[in-house]
């Protein structure tokens, strides 16, 4: 297994070569990279841009592990609105391209989410939601398996594929190997195990994010960093070994307020615990 980070944890106001650099010299081996709607790494951005920044990264010694575009949220796969499911479609095709441009085969994909909010007619249901996903990840499958790059379906907090069995089904329905997961180990913990989540899921996981929560907090703020959650953390790495994981772990946290750089070595010693090493 390969040790990563996303770039997000390391500060906003950082050059992009000081964060690679950081990353490199706290053990790490990938960099996850973060898709924008605007500024640096954005859908504005240029070919060249992209080139450039992968560059960066093999030059200081790195990997890209894997790209997020965070514009799945505000552009759902599932919304009731066709013109925001062409945003997200849009956004599918070209994060496609840009994983190419990146050198990754890695694309993370959240497949929608399930709402209620009749007032501002944002009311989204569970089956809805289920048969707009899966038509909207076939259409670009097809583009996935061209590029060789793997939508990888990740378990968020959207009240939708709440367990592993309806994630496996999920998957295999709709019958394309450029289509996986992206597994969060801590995103399952309020309400499931994680443990069960990769023993079911198997070889269909393609990803991995690592994330601790304390389960009596409840909330967002129940996110913690490793270590300091109710993760089984032994019990994830046999779950790992037994499915034979060779993938990319790759931690998402925050950084610290002050001496920012720290988080990056905790969370690298930390991995290095739950791996084994």
Request: glycine fraction near 8%; charged fraction near 25%; charge should be negative.
């Amino acid at each position: 297994m390969k040790k990563g980070i996303n770039i997000g944890s390391t500060p906003t106001e950082w050059p992009f070569e000081k964060k690679l650099e950081a990353i490199k010299k706290a053990g790490f081996q990938g960099v996850e990279l973060n898709l924008a709607e605007e500024g640096f790494l954005s859908l504005k951005s240029s070919q060249e841009e992209f080139l450039a920044a992968a560059r960066a990264v093999k030059d200081a010694g790195l990997e890209v592990a894997s790209l997020l575009a965070g514009g799945f949220w505000r552009y759902p796969l599932t919304s009731p609105d066709p013109n925001i499911r062409k945003q997200g479609e849009f956004l599918l095709l070209k994060g496609i391209e840009i994983a190419c441009w990146l050198g990754t085969d890695a694309l993370l994909v959240v497949p929608g989410v399930v709402q209620s909010d009749p007032a501002r007619s944002l009311s989204i249901s569970y089956d809805e939601a289920y048969s707009r996903s899966q038509e909207c990840l076939r259409k670009a499958a097809s583009e996935a398996e061209k590029a060789r790059v793997y939508l990888c379906v990740e378990n968020v907090w959207n009240r939708f594929l709440l367990s592993p069995l309806e994630m496996k089904r999920f998957v295999e329905e709709i019958n394309s190997p450029y289509v996986q997961v992206y597994f969060d180990v801590g995103n399952v913990l309020l309400f499931s195990f994680p443990e069960m989540w990769i023993r079911i899921l198997g070889n269909m996981i393609r990803r991995i994010h690592l994330k601790d929560f304390r389960t009596g907090v409840g909330t967002g703020y129940g996110f913690c960093n490793l270590l300091e959650g109710d993760v089984n953390w032994p019990e994830v790495l046999a779950a790992l070994q037994e499915i034979n994981y060779q993938g990319y772990l790759t931690a998402e946290v925050g950084h610290y307020r002050y001496y920012p750089e720290t988080i990056l070595i905790h969370t690298s010693i930390s991995m290095d615990r739950i791996m084994g090493r």
